[in-house]
């Protein structure tokens, strides 16, 4: 028996078609280099985003070639998010916070024939062209000052454009749309290609109203960078439900953060922890008398916070649920779309204790819908989802990578049977709820006994004198590996090693999980999209 | 290029494992014959629908066979959703409103090898069993009492299986997981063939956050019969994210839904407009002092209710409003899984009025995502989204029937270029939202003019006498067609054809619309799912 259903291919296309017909009043608002605010109407946004398919057609874009951005968040690269794949290329975020040098090597390896650049970052751009030539450089006046000569003006491509005879580029639901490099602290860089299909599936996913359940009349702050993941699928999803987006631009400062949400309040805004940290220090500063700040800023009550990219330590979560805010954490990849897991209060919460809650909240959630998701130990057997056992995170999906672009087989991130190995070690208990202990090369082992680096982190920064703080191993010759707390005080506060201990036997930790050592310092290294560079403390401390 | 992206086919399986592994503690209450409350935990669920799985498999289901069902709503319904396409079989819902000849000749046509029957609707399957032999008929002892000798016992045939050793039939996203005939009322009934494609594709885009938005804290009372267009796929959508269900069984009348949205408060329901409507008139008789119900019932404030299969006339929307209740109203079909639009406050009508608002909540709303819509007019042109032009509802995407079983092509039902033709006649308006003006059918053509029997009938129901009125076409020499409305009053109440004329050119209507002829009724003559048999009407007094 066969089914009678259409066969009708899923599309990004479809996505846009969709905004243009429901949509065109709704706004998207993109802060300028000189803090301005521009708003454009998502009727506009439809009417620009088919004028740059058709001007990539007419500049001869071929089915599947890619089309580079190196751009902040703003209504362009939205133009480039759904415009280039319209045309049948394939849109390749270039992530610039790498070095030049990397910047160069990933646009050779993807073989990017084009690249839009915000003229803000043709200084960047300078630095690696040489690594890479693309035909054509097409150069978004973001500033507002002319183009230089020898580029191409984007606003001045896309005037000259007829969006009105515009044809989508003929496709399967298979064929790429986008593609992103994964930004790995070790090895080099390698490349995920996201497909219609992919794209499509995984807004539907993360819009589920248990998750980040955008609504049309919601207005989404996408702090997290359009070229990171994808800003985790968030332009997708509130285009595909006309929401209002609040584009911040170059402007990721907590106090430029900070002045947007106060003029533009959002109902929905994604970061990484890091940001939203130094985001809530600095309101909360604020808030007291005779600060210079005082009164200058407004978090909007009832915000929810999608945070990702990092464990989120129950402290933040706290600070935030302080003003009304909820932060809702989620865990995925590059590799994964990025979303894999969110943690929310399922039904089985219902009547669980605020602290209850809280703890449920510094999790990393349990599996959306599409993703399966298993534990590996050392020998290979499937782990229990006991809350205790630890193994190596596999996920399998639709819109989870089964390999990397140009990589052949074999390739031991994804498991014979195919599952991706994530490379983070983790827990998941009888609800679903899965913990992050540490990514496998991160992981301590002392005298046979694991002990995470995360949990240690987590605890630590629950102190009030502690900002940050970043747990590494160092050897040792008795136990094997030692764990050392690098800690970043709060200004001028002071924390010691004794009242730090006794923080953490009080939250249950055994004394054989203290640290060895800690090292005071003044920030934790950082990667390019914000993470711990525990690289960088190793080096450093190991020895 | 290709994309990276896995090749995992979407499976129904997937959301039944994914609520086996999460949400084992969410409950499903299911209301027996004697009217006493079953439940049954997730786990139990799961559990029971993988021995149902093994079961068939051991009877010698073999891929792609219809397992019929003869069910009320409630939880051994749910195990067949779920287990019958788990073993690799097809669930073919059965309407139990149908004539026995009409459900016979249906179990014939789609070849049905085992029925699964509630024991308390036996004696409906003794009337048509001489049209089809069943090989097996499995029998729910939904009412407690020991099963007929000569049937198979269901809860003997789980306690037999064995639901660990269980194994999913392997298939590909296209293979079929469900069936429904189409309950035309004129013609014979037609098979619409679920896939498991389309069955994830819908339940993803049904629980949307301006959809049904279902959670898993929220509570669902699926009153739409699990035999029509799978209940609007709430099953499988409540299942996806872990909500409690709450089934009615058998007892569908007023008085009894009141009784268990007292005793269990769903948070969502969903139902036909008639239903409603009968509903809200008799909780608003029992506010009244001195009423025998005064006092018995709770409506729960909050509760969402999607409301479908026929036009929702604004007085009802406004009178659960007047409770804190939101009806959202939906148009579909069998044909269309059924979800193609739904009326919700999207964006554009942030500001708007509460009249505005009201009026659009009594439109079908906008098409969902991956579903898209056209006007056609009568010379085949696309009728512009105008809010004025009328045209042929036609529809498109992965989740619309394509073909009818075993009907070959060429069928009238489908355009040359792929397209449902829905049979039904509509406006679109600039912002999206689609109003049905009527059934192809049912249109009006008087002096070269149409009149919307919809139209006229929802601003006559808003007469405070007025319980119901359905408006027809009866042939005149003069005009070609002219209205008449046959008007069921309120019990103890009644209204003039002048009175009612007066209201309806009070709401805009033209002299030239106004019905010729009135017809005061006891009730409506209703098709097996509750709409309006207009057919009938036409029969008795176009004459």
């Known amino acids: 028996m066969q089914t009678t259903m259409m066969k009708v291919p899923l599309s990004l296309n479809h996505l846009l078609e969709r905004a243009g017909r429901l949509f065109h009043g709704s706004q998207i608002?993109?802060?300028?280099?000189?803090?301005?605010?521009?708003?454009?109407?998502?009727?506009?946004f439809y009417r620009r985003t088919r004028a740059l398919g058709a001007a990539l057609q007419a500049l001869g874009l071929r089915q599947g070639e890619r089309v580079a951005t190196l751009c902040w968040n703003h209504h362009a690269h939205?133009?480039?998010?759904f415009g280039i794949p319209a045309a049948g290329g394939v849109m390749h975020t270039l992530n610039l916070r790498l070095s030049p040098e990397e910047i160069g090597w990933i646009a050779a390896d993807a073989q990017d024939r084009f690249l839009l650049v915000d003229d803000v970052l043709l200084p960047l751009y300078e630095k690696f062209k040489h690594l890479h030539a693309f035909e054509q450089v097409i150069v978004v006046p973001f500033s507002g000052a002319p183009v230089p000569p020898g580029f191409t003006d984007y606003e001045a491509l896309l005037a000259g454009a007829d969006a009105d005879a515009f044809v989508y580029a003929p496709h399967q639901e298979d064929d790429p749309v986008a593609m992103c490099y994964t930004s790995g602290t070790t090895g080099r860089p390698k490349g995920v290609v996201y497909s219609h299909r992919s794209t499509v599936l995984h807004s539907l996913v993360g819009c589920l109203p248990d998750f980040t359940a955008v609504r049309g009349i919601d207005v989404v702050l996408p702090v997290t960078p359009m070229f990171h993941a994808n800003s985790w699928g968030m332009p997708y999803i509130a285009v595909m439900m006309g929401a209002k987006l609040v584009f911040p631009g170059p402007h990721l400062h907590p106090d430029d953060l900070l002045d947007l949400i106060t003029a533009e309040p959002p109902t929905l805004s994604l970061g990484v922890p890091t940001i939203w940290m130094t985001l809530i220090q600095a309101y909360d500063a604020s808030l007291k008398a005779g600060s210079?700040?005082?009164?200058?800023?407004?978090?909007?009550?009832?915000?929810?916070?999608?945070?990702?990219?990092?464990?989120?330590?129950?402290?933040?979560?706290?600070?935030?649920?302080?003003?009304?805010?909820?932060?809702?954490?989620?865990w995925g990849m590059t590799e994964t779309s990025p979303v894999g897991t969110l943690s929310y209060p399922t039904a089985a919460l219902r009547g669980a204790s605020e602290d209850e809650r809280f703890r449920r909240a510094a999790m990393a959630g349990v599996p959306a819908p599409l993703v399966e998701l298993r534990l590996r130990g050392d020998a290979g057997q499937d782990?229990?989802?006991d809350g205790q056992s630890v193994g190596e995170l596999q996920v399998r999906g639709p819109f989870i990578t089964?390999?990397?672009?140009?990589?052949?087989?074999?390739?031991?991130?994804?498991t014979p049977d195919g599952w991706l190995r994530t490379g983070d070690?983790?827990?998941?208990?009888?609800?679903?709820?899965m913990r992050i202990a540490?990514?496998?090369k991160d992981l301590i082992k002392s005298g046979g006994e694991w002990i995470s680096s995360v949990d240690l982190e987590n605890a630590l920064m629950a102190h009030s004198a502690v900002a940050e703080a970043a747990v590494i191993a160092i050897p040792d010759d008795k136990w094997g590996e030692r764990p050392l707390a690098c800690v970043v005080p709060k200004p001028g506060e002071q924390a010691?090693?004794?009242a730090l201990n006794q923080l953490l036997l009080s939250k249950g930790f055994a004394k054989w999980q203290l640290p060895e050592r800690y090292e005071f310092i003044d920030a934790v290294p950082r990667t390019s999209t914000g993470k711990f560079w525990k690289l960088k403390l190793r080096e450093r401390f190991s020895s």
């Open 292 to 330: 210079p700040n005082h009164g200058r800023w407004k978090l909007p009550e009832g915000m929810r916070s999608m945070v990702g990219g990092a464990a989120v330590p129950e402290s933040l979560i706290r600070a935030f649920a302080a003003h009304g805010i909820w932060i809702l954490q989620g």
């Open 496 to 498: 010691t090693p004794e």
């Open 402 to 414: 089964g390999s990397y672009f140009q990589v052949g087989s074999p390739d031991d991130k994804f």
């Open 425 to 433: 070690v983790a827990t998941v208990d009888e609800l679903g709820f």
């Open 78 to 81: 939205l133009e480039g998010y």
């Open 29 to 44: 608002v993109s802060r300028l280099p000189d803090k301005s605010l521009k708003r454009h109407s998502y009727a506009e």
């Open 438 to 440: 540490d990514r496998t």
């Open 383 to 385: 782990q229990p989802w």
